[in-house]
Structures are given as C-alpha cells and as structure tokens.
C-alpha cells in the first residue's frame, strides 16, 4: 500500500515539475514544444552569458517569439496538484482492482485442475 502511494505521489511529481530555463538539460528543453534540438542548443549557449529569469528572457534569442514564449510558459503552469484523497481513492480502486484479478485467477486454477466451477460469493 505505501508503495504504491509513494509510486503515484513520485509520479505526480514529475508530471507537474516545472522547467528551470537556467539549469535545463537539452533533454528537458526539447520536451517543451515547439524546441528541438537546436533551439535547445541556442538555449543553453544563451545561458553560459546571460541569466534567464523567466521566459521572457526567451525573446532576446534569435528565433524565439510569442509562440515559443507562450509554450514555454504552459510548460512552466503546474496543473491541479492531486488531493490526498483523490490518491487514497485511486489507490483503493487499484486495490480492489489487484484483489479481483488475484480471486478470478484463483478460482480458474481451482476449475482447471478439479474440473468444477467454483460458485461466485
């Protein structure tokens, strides 16, 4: 159970982690759209000489304007944060799930090898 909660809080993390324009791998920059490889490269040139304080800093590479700026503020927006209850319901719901799928399992190794049907309860 509390792997399985540390699993989804870990997961949720990465998927609302903010990108930091100034530390980025080249990695990270191209996993916000419209950067590839090579805005990526422009990116990380810019910053060896100059500090990015917010995508706004953007616009002073050549290349980049309000659509590149804009994606990268989207990128830069946490979504909801999930509840602790929203995690405990889905968490029981796997549960549930994981106990259903071992019983159903279960009875069909009882049929197969006794060759009787097992009555649902």
């Known amino acids: 159970m509390r792997k399985i909660v540390a699993f989804l809080m870990l997961c949720c993390s990465f998927l609302f982690a903010e990108v930091n324009l100034q530390t980025a791998s080249k990695e990270e920059l191209m996993g916000i ?3 590839g490889a090579k805005k990526a490269d422009q990116i990380i040139e810019y910053r060896k000489t100059n500090t990015i304080k917010s995508p706004e800093d953007l ?11 804009g994606n990268v503020k989207n990128a830069n927006t946490p979504a909801t944060v999930p509840t602790k209850q929203d995690l405990t ?19 069909k190794k009882i049929e197969k090898t006794t060759g009787a049907i097992v ?3």
């Not at 616009?59 to 700026?69: A, L, M, Q, T």
């Not at 319901?89 to 009875?107: A, G, Q, R, W």
């Open 33 to 35: 759209k419209g950067i």
């Open 59 to 69: 616009k002073n590479i050549k290349g980049f304007g309000d659509s590149i700026v």
């Open 89 to 107: 319901k889905k968490v029981d719901t796997i549960k549930e799930d994981k106990k259903k799928e071992l019983s159903n399992s279960v009875d």
């Open 119 to 121: 009555p649902k309860l």
